[in-house]
T-cell receptor, first 115, second 109 residues
Framework: EAGVAQSPRYKIIEKRQSVAFWCNPI?????LYWYQQILGQGPKLLIQ????????DSQLPKDRFSAERLKGVDSTLKIQPAKLEDSAVYLC?????????????FGPGTRLTVL | GQNIDQPTEMTATEGAIVQINCTYQ??????LFWYQQHAGEAPTFLSY??LDGLEEKGRFSSFLSRSKGYSYLLLKELQMKDSASYLC??????????WGAGTKLIIKP
């Protein structure tokens, strides 16, 4: 079974530029999560999709971050414009069911550096 | 508020046993997860506890006491590859998961 795929693996941009990350979840998984993980901290949920609807985006900085999940499969996360404090690893995860008691499977992440 | 506490860092010796504690204060409880995260890699699932008691899975065991808001992850026969961060996460409800900051475990030969 293929795991969660993410691209790119690494990205370096200057502040005020824009960047987009892509995620392909495990086939058949209804729920998709985007997390931000700053070095030395636990993952912080940015947005959760169930199929192609948003379940939770309470911690998404909506003035600069946006995300979509077209056709309930792949998802993209965009930052525009980027700030220095956005430097982090962006993790995508998916789970079979819709609840937070389901095991989440993580992709390898995208390490973003904002200069 | 909702809070999860774990030690920041622990050191143990290869072949020994180590216990990583996690205490939580949440508005509700729907289960507790332990994930392992090697440096530069994504978290991977280790265990899930929803009822009190000990769950054993090979060299790893996880314990939960809901009344005390406490869990621990027990690693036996430590190997160098066990050097990683161990993340505790609690689901206060079916629509939420709170993550701890993780415990970095260093294994020395």
């Amino acid at each position: 079974e293929a795991g969660v795929a993410q691209s790119p693996r690494y990205k370096i941009i200057e502040k005020r530029q824009s960047v987009a990350f892509w995620c392909n979840p495990i086939s058949g998984h209804a729920t998709l999560y985007w997390y931000q993980q700053i070095l030395g901290q636990g993952p912080k949920l940015l947005i959760q999709f169930q199929n192609n609807g948003v379940v939770d985006d309470s911690q998404l900085p909506k003035d600069r971050f946006s995300a979509e999940r077209l056709k309930g499969v792949d998802s993209t996360l965009k930052i525009q414009p980027a700030k220095l404090e956005d430097s982090a690893v962006y993790l995508c995860a998916s789970s079979l069911g819709s609840g937070h008691t389901d095991t989440q499977y993580f992709g390898p992440g995208t390490r973003l550096t904002v200069l | 508020g909702q809070n999860i506490d774990q030690p920041t860092e622990m050191t143990a010796t290869e072949g020994a046993i180590v216990q990583i504690n996690c205490t939580y204060q949440t508005s509700g409880f729907n289960g507790l997860f332990w994930y392992q995260q090697h440096a530069g890699e994504a978290p991977t699932f280790l265990s899930y506890n929803v009822l009190d008691g000990l769950e054993e899975k090979g060299r790893f065991s996880s314990f939960l006491s809901r009344s005390k808001g406490y869990s621990y992850l027990l690693l036996k026969e430590l190997q160098m590859k066990d050097s990683a961060s161990y993340l505790c996460a609690v689901s206060p409800s079916n629509y939420q998961l709170i993550w701890g900051a993780g415990t970095k475990l260093i294994i020395k030969p």
